[in-house]
């Protein structure tokens, strides 16, 4: 069981081959007679504040790797440098930035895929700044729940291969990549997405010169600019292992770990998108440009091939306005919105 935790902290560079033996690793784990109700136990222990009895899920799925609570540490105190100032990374590589009321941030995801969780005020905002690599999920959600400010936490357990977040208030579990707690007496209650980008340090530098970047506490307590998921993304799996660890709906053609554009229930493959350069939906105009490192092909961040940039408007009455939207891998899109439309 600790082989899941070894992807996840990053001590294992053996690529697509070893993440596959560990996905297949875990789903075995769990075909054990008692392991589940010993993981209830262990979680209860764990989280003495979570009402499990108030839920609108089946514990059973909730996948349990061998982490632990925030075993994957969340950003404790954040600390940033002036954009122009991030001298110890790539110009091309991903960073999920927002900008509130004239505050613009932006975070590294050589830094978030190594701890996944900022809490921060950005603009006089409270807001929640998430990314789970194994989904490649990333998405910034305001805190603010019921006139309730919350902080997060990692549970280090996971649902759909997506990071269960807890709040520290109630201990309620909440998916990342919808926002909604699951588990827990907040069990219903939704997080409001926020418009975010992931762009390339270098596209965050020339909309926000005055903006700041996150830099890590230590430089030396992770490999900050290494990535766990060498090859992940670029090679395609064999059929019956996608069928096996991955078993949702898809269309032929459209591999369970290609990235997707998603605007609420309706996704666009990035390929569609690359192609075409420019997408307009309704009010909604998508663009692609070359430019961004892919965290999920090389070991080094900086090598990694180019996924382009995506950005995601809505027109209005005032202009072009950002939307939120997640460039994540379609197995998710698949799972957490299995009704959606899927444009390939």
Known sequence: MKLMSLLRRGQSHYGLAFTVLIIAAVSLWFAFSGAFAQGQRAWQNEFPL?????????????DDDGNTRDSIPPVATPIY??????????????????????????????????????????GGVPVLISY?????????????????????????????????MYDKQTESWWQQFTGEAMIGSLTGKSMK??????????????RAPNGKVLVPENDRARPYGASPYQGMDSRSLPRAVARLNFPYELPDGVRVLERVVIVGDEAWTLAKLKAAKRIEADKLILTWEAGQNSIHDAQVISQGR???????????????EDVPYDVSFA??????????????
């Not at 197995?331 to 390939?344: C, E, I, Q, R, T």
């Open 81 to 122: 440098v002036d954009a122009d100032k991030a001298t110890d990374i790539g110009p091309l590589e991903p960073v999920l930035s927002i900008g509130i009321n004239g505050d613009f941030r932006a975070y590294p995801l050589r830094i978030l895929l190594w701890h996944e969780i900022v809490n921060e005020d950005i």
């Open 331 to 344: 197995f998710a899109f698949s799972a957490f919105v299995p009704d959606g439309k899927l444009n390939f």
């Open 193 to 206: 997405p926020l418009a975010a980008r992931l762009e390339s340090l270098e596209k965050f530098r020339e």
């Open 50 to 62: 979570t009402d499990f009895d108030s839920r609108s899920i089946e514990l059973s799925e909730i």
């Open 306 to 320: 180019d996924v382009g940039n995506v950005i995601v408007q809505r027109k209005t009455e005032n202009g072009l």
């Open 132 to 164: 789970c690599p194994l989904c490649n999920s990333g998405v910034v959600f305001d805190r603010r729940v019921d006139g309730q400010v919350l902080d997060f936490g990692n549970t280090g357990r996971l649902r759909h291969k997506d990071m269960v």
